[in-house]
């Protein structure tokens, strides 16, 4: 008889214990089951750059709801990838703003990488870098499909603009730059916008650091971005004796969806921006479905002398991209792991 006398015990101190837990959650946390909810697939709902080696590597796309942060040394093409995104974002029926804070943006170039002018907002000739700031949570808080600050270097802060030249300030733009960040946050969760913050490079003269540059602005951009990529200009593209354009290598420095320190090459080409078909002949060649041999290319039994004459067949074949996309989907390829070297990124 002692045997169910014991069971009833137990059976009461459960009751017991569950019947504490629960006064501990209804006191505890009271009003938290509206803030609760599943974590989401980032991927689920990626936007899907017009660049298959950048979808590639990001596996499938740029999550939205995120921040971007995009920076590199000059003339690497980091206002051209912005702006370009905002064009193919236009294309697919989305909402898109431009803050030139380094008002640097000409029309008609802009133009020319496809952005419609008439229906994109741009924002120019701020009082200063809070107020900027201000404009691009706004603007989060809208619902616009993809923001972009072009670039964060270039925010001055009221009190800089205030003082006299000369004035030395410690972590001014840090300071300016990290509460923004908090609330910029707050207002991409229940909007789903792409923040893409542009960003230039400095000399780190500290004497322990590990590369030679670091990003203005503090660290905050670099924890709270969840995509970092670095733009680096590598080799002039050239047609014959003439320079087209450059070979830009992005590399991936920081990604929360997918694996880091990975790189690709993008071909930008002078006056209509980084090109998508070069990409993805390129993306054709690194998988060897095309073949080069010299100056002469193969695919598919055919034949031509340069890339240019490939990438002017490939534009008046759609076919030929299509298939090769196509092919490029099922080879299974590891992640190109990026060396480590001075000149590929910043203290991160």
């Known amino acids: 008889m002692a045997k169910p006398k014991k069971n009833a015990d137990s059976k009461k101190d459960q009751e017991v214990l569950n019947d504490s837990l629960n006064a501990v959650q209804r006191a505890v946390f009271?009003?938290?089951?509206?803030?609760?909810?599943?974590?989401?697939?980032?991927?689920?709902?990626?936007?899907?750059?017009?660049?298959?080696?950048?979808?590639?590597?990001?596996?499938?796309?740029?999550?939205?709801?995120?921040?971007?942060?995009?920076?590199?040394?000059?003339?690497?093409?980091?206002?051209?990838?912005?702006?370009?995104?905002?064009?193919?974002?236009?294309?697919?029926?989305?909402?898109?703003?431009?803050?030139?804070?380094?008002?640097?943006?000409?029309?008609?170039?802009?133009?020319?990488?496809?952005?419609?002018?008439?229906?994109?907002?741009?924002?120019?000739?701020?009082?200063?870098?809070?107020?900027?700031?201000?404009?691009?949570?706004?603007?989060?808080?809208?619902?616009?499909?993809?923001?972009?600050?072009?670039?964060?270097?270039?925010?001055?802060?009221?009190?800089?603009?205030?003082a006299d030249n000369g004035t030395r300030f410690v972590g001014l733009d840090a300071r300016m730059i990290t509460p923004a960040l908090k609330k910029l946050m707050q207002a991409i969760i229940h909007s789903d916008t792409i923040l893409l913050f542009v960003n230039q490079l400095r000399a780190d003269i500290r004497p322990m650091s590990k590369t030679p540059y670091t990003t203005p602005g503090g660290n905050a951009l670099k924890f709270d971005a969840n995509i970092g990529w670095f733009l680096q200009r590598t080799e002039w593209i050239k047609d014959g004796e003439e320079t087209i354009g450059q070979n830009v290598k992005v590399k991936v420095m920081k990604s929360k969806v997918s694996a880091p320190q990975q790189e690709v090459l993008l071909p930008l080409l002078f006056g209509t921006g980084f090109d998508r078909t070069l990409d993805l002949l390129y993306c054709g060649m690194n998988a060897e479905l095309i073949k080069k041999d010299g100056a002469s290319y193969s695919y598919n039994g055919e034949k031509w002398r340069g890339i240019k004459a490939l990438r002017k067949y490939a534009l008046t074949n759609p076919d030929l991209l299509s298939t090769l996309e196509n092919q490029l989907d099922g080879v299974v390829e590891e992640p190109a792991i990026a060396e480590e070297t001075k000149e590929s990124g910043t203290n991160e």
């Open 30 to 162: 009271a009003g938290l089951s509206q803030y609760q909810s599943q974590a989401p697939d980032r991927m689920s709902n990626a936007y899907r750059t017009p660049f298959y080696s950048l979808n590639r590597i990001m596996k499938g796309g740029i999550p939205r709801g995120q921040i971007v942060h995009l920076y590199g040394h000059e003339n690497s093409g980091k206002s051209t990838l912005a702006l370009q995104f905002l064009a193919d974002v236009q294309k697919q029926n989305g909402s898109t703003a431009y803050v030139d804070v380094e008002n640097s943006v000409d029309i008609n170039y802009t133009k020319a990488l496809g952005v419609n002018t008439d229906t994109w907002a741009y924002y120019r000739d701020f009082p200063c870098g809070e107020v900027a700031l201000d404009a691009v949570e706004k603007l989060a808080r809208a619902g616009i499909s993809l923001v972009a600050l072009d670039s964060v270097a270039m925010l001055c802060a009221r009190e800089q603009l205030e």
